[in-house]
């Protein structure tokens, strides 16, 4: 709801009316659009977690970085078995949780059998599915056994869910959070800002920050209002694209665009009548120019997707053509589909700026082939629990910023809905295929699936403009996953 | 106030009303263009020929959703002022009427506590009630507004009470609720009419602010107030976004505003 935005108008006012702060040299604020609900990423799938906590507070084994490339971790180097099914990583001396305890591969057994069990909520359960028995050697040394060669193992050690955790501090995570990465928690002031301390037993080079604020400003004019009154050091992903012209003209900002990994969606309910006729869905897609939502929502920045992958991967193939805006088309196949008169459906948005602003676009363009659209616009912890929990909706609109995340579409309790045999079977064929040709093939099988049976309709890659005081560099360009570490930040 | 100056404030207020209320009824049969017609292509245009005011953000026809801004405004504020002069009115006169009654004390502590809150915080509650939308908005601002119907009926009743006509009506044998419809309230009714329009200027304010901040009117339907909140981030490509809805809003307050300064000046002439 924009209650809330309303409201933080408003304390956000009052806050512009004390006097700016000089900048301190120690202190670092990064403002970010949306509050994490909370500060656990092994439990739970906002994105917002992850850009708070990945490589300050919590660390993964293997680590993604700016260019999307893996890089160790907590450990040093690995090694895997010819036949893909062992894992024998090297962990790093030295690192240690910020309560003290000593992060050795117990740590690692424990994260996984964690995240394993049936009750864990972690939201990526796929990465730790392969996963046979972690053995521990010795203390420095952790030996993963796969029940089946995995591709992109070593890319899902990687993410955010898979963050290492210690036993006696794993339970508290969600409020007081406890890792091994460069800053520690200090304080969450609900609804305003978390702050974090720099960790100085941390094993890496000494970060230039002691101190580091993150604070949650969702409404664009705002935070346009906050970069240009200087309290905000960085915007991780300004919301506004239209106010690019006007913040690169400011001589004391630097404003870079670039891309994340989020794959816009309208997301449809395939479990749920009338969205479980593939011919609804596709005049559905058929109804929409995506063009014009990048343009009108996004002042044009954003590449089209035509199914659920990202140009940025060597397997992606493009697939916009599939089912193309064509409306006339869509009235005949709606009207072939027993609704030659259009029916009615609620479209639930999230807070974010683009999911917002393309919802009432999209709003629009379905009114046109006769689709009457109620746009209920909601909270996210709502929208995690009513559309993304609770399945009950008919249509919304998010990013999915994870990367390679084609594989949701193969879990059938996941809100989509989607339940297709030829699909599970093309993204089986890429996760055990033994050569990248065949892996790229499969996925390129994958996708083409997707897309013909207009599962969702795929909109736009989400940019990611970072607007910066001139001096502070270190900032993220893309987001080959959504993450701000704080150690590469300095200033200039 | 001389004469002429109260005939020119109650000309120009009318005035401006009135083309602001012909634009809201027009609205509902005819507008320049469809206001829920996106065509993105042709999007944030200055003034033409074929746009009399240009297109917003999405291409829309700003002449066309200035319109029907019109119609969500004041139907709002005329609502919300309504439903708080019959109800707010009618609870001032019930405690005009039994003076140092638990019922008048009740009423007057009521509308104190009312008046406490902010009309932000009560559009909060009703929209969580009703849901969001304009009727949550007009009954904050209807909530809002009442404890000054309550105090300007209460007060003024309260002194007429004492005059003869009431007690001659009562000798007579007449009912509280008699004196009070048929003696009192017809006296009362230029006081009030003076008040309501000055009511429905700070009404129409509250619910473009109430629009702005998403507690109003949600999209697509068009309104004043999100118009403005939209057009913040556009400032520096197309001003025309934010002016235009700014003056909208400020004449039709300035239109209320003279239209009850110049009924208040006639009312003072004519006592």
């Not at chain 1, 996963?131 to 029940?147: C, M, Y």
């Not at chain 2, 009431?166 to 309230?185: F, K």
């Amino acid at each position: 709801m924009r209650v809330h935005n309303g409201l933080r108008i408003i304390m956000l006012a009052s806050a512009f009316s004390t006097p700016l702060a000089a900048q301190v040299p120690e202190q670092v604020t990064l403002c970010m659009p949306l509050e994490p609900p909370l500060l656990d990423p092994t439990r739970g799938p906002a994105q917002a977690i992850r850009e708070l906590t990945y490589g300050n507070i919590f660390e993964t084994l293997v680590a993604i970085d700016r260019d999307g490339r893996l890089q160790p971790g907590l450990a040093e180097s690995w090694k895997v078995s010819a036949d893909g099914l062992v894992y024998d990583f090297k962990l790093r001396s030295g690192a240690s949780f910020h309560d003290g305890t000593p992060f050795t591969s117990f740590n690692v057994a424990y994260s996984v059998e964690r995240a394993k069990r049936p009750e864990s909520r972690n939201a990526q359960k796929w990465i730790f599915d392969p996963i046979l028995r972690v053995d521990t050697p010795d203390p420095l040394s952790a030996r993963i056994v796969l029940s089946r060669p995995t591709a992109n193992f070593l890319y899902g050690l990687a993410w955010g869910d898979a963050v290492m955790v210690a036993k006696g501090s794993a339970a508290e995570n969600a409020t007081v959070p406890i890792g091994t990465g460069p800053y520690k928690f200090s304080r969450w002031v609900r609804g305003e800002r978390v702050e974090l301390v720099v960790n100085d037993r941390w094993w890496g080079a000494k970060p230039t920050f002691a101190k580091a604020i993150f604070r949650f400003i969702s409404d664009p004019a705002v935070q346009v209002a906050a970069i240009k009154a200087g309290d905000c050091d960085a915007l991780s992903n300004l919301a506004a694209p239209e106010a690019i012209p006007a913040l690169k003209r400011d001589p004391r900002l630097a404003v870079t665009t670039g891309y994340t990994e989020g794959k816009t969606i309208l997301a449809m309910n395939n479990g749920k009548a009338p969205f479980d006729d593939v011919r609804v869905r596709r005049a559905i897609a058929m109804a929409i120019d995506r063009q014009q939502v990048i343009e009108g929502a996004m002042s044009g920045l954003g590449i089209p997707i035509g199914s659920h992958f990202s140009p940025s991967h060597p397997a992606y193939v493009d697939l916009t053509a599939t089912n193309a805006y064509d409306p006339e088309k869509a009235k005949a196949m709606l009207a072939e589909a027993g609704f030659p008169n259009g029916f009615s459906a609620t479209l639930k948005l999230p807070p974010p700026a683009y999911a917002r602003r393309s919802g009432e676009i999209i709003a629009a363009m379905l009114q046109q082939i006769g689709v009457k659209i109620t746009i209920e616009p909601l909270e996210f912890p709502q929208w995690l629990e009513r559309v993304f929990r609770g399945k009950d909706y008919d249509l919304t609109l998010i990013a999915h910023t994870e990367p390679l995340d084609i594989n949701i579409y193969a879990r059938p309790d996941y809100y989509f809905q989607y339940r297709s045999l030829a699909f599970n079977a093309a993204l089986n064929d890429a996760e055990t295929a033994t050569s990248d040709e065949a892996r790229n093939a499969a996925y390129g099988r994958a996708q083409k699936r997707l897309a013909d049976d207009a599962v969702n309709v795929f909109l736009f890659l989400l940019p990611k403009v970072t607007v910066t005081k001139g001096s502070l560099t270190g900032m993220w360009t893309n987001w080959p996953l959504p993450a701000n570490p704080l150690a590469e930040l300095s200033w200039k | 106030m001389t004469n002429s100056a109260t005939k020119i404030r109650l000309g120009i207020g009318s005035a401006v009303l009135a083309v602001m209320l012909i634009a809201a009824l027009v609205s509902l049969v005819w507008t320049p263009g469809d206001p829920y017609r996106l065509a993105i292509a042709s999007r944030l245009q200055g003034p033409s020929s074929l746009h009399l005011l240009g297109t917003d953000q999405l291409g829309r026809d700003i002449a066309a959703i200035l319109m029907i801004g019109a119609r969500n405004a004041l139907l709002v504020s005329v609502g919300a002022v309504g439903l708080s002069l019959v109800v707010g009115g009618g609870l001032g006169l019930i405690a005009a009427m039994q003076p140092d009654g638990i019922g008048d004390q009740m009423i007057a502590r009521t509308s104190d506590l009312v008046f406490a809150f902010p009309v932000v915080l009560l559009a909060i509650m009703t929209g969580l009630i009703l849901g969001p939308g304009a009727a949550s908005a007009a009954m904050a601002i209807a909530i809002f507004t009442m404890p000054v119907f309550i105090r300007l009926t209460r007060d003024s009743a309260a002194q007429l009470r004492e005059r003869e006509f009431v007690l001659a009506a009562r000798a007579m044998g007449a009912s509280w609720l008699r004196i009070a419809v048929r003696h009192i309230l017809p006296l009362l009714l230029p006081r009030l009419a003076v008040q309501a329009s000055t009511q429905l200027a700070l009404a129409l304010l509250a619910e473009a602010g109430l629009s702005y901040l998403g507690l109003g009117t949600p999209p697509p339907h068009p309104s004043w107030g999100r118009m403005l909140n939209e057009a913040q981030t556009y400032l520096g490509t197309q001003p025309l976004l934010a002016i235009l809805p700014g003056v909208a809003i400020a004449l039709t307050v300035m239109g209320f505003n003279l239209l009850g300064e110049g009924l208040a000046a006639r009312l003072a002439r004519e006592r």
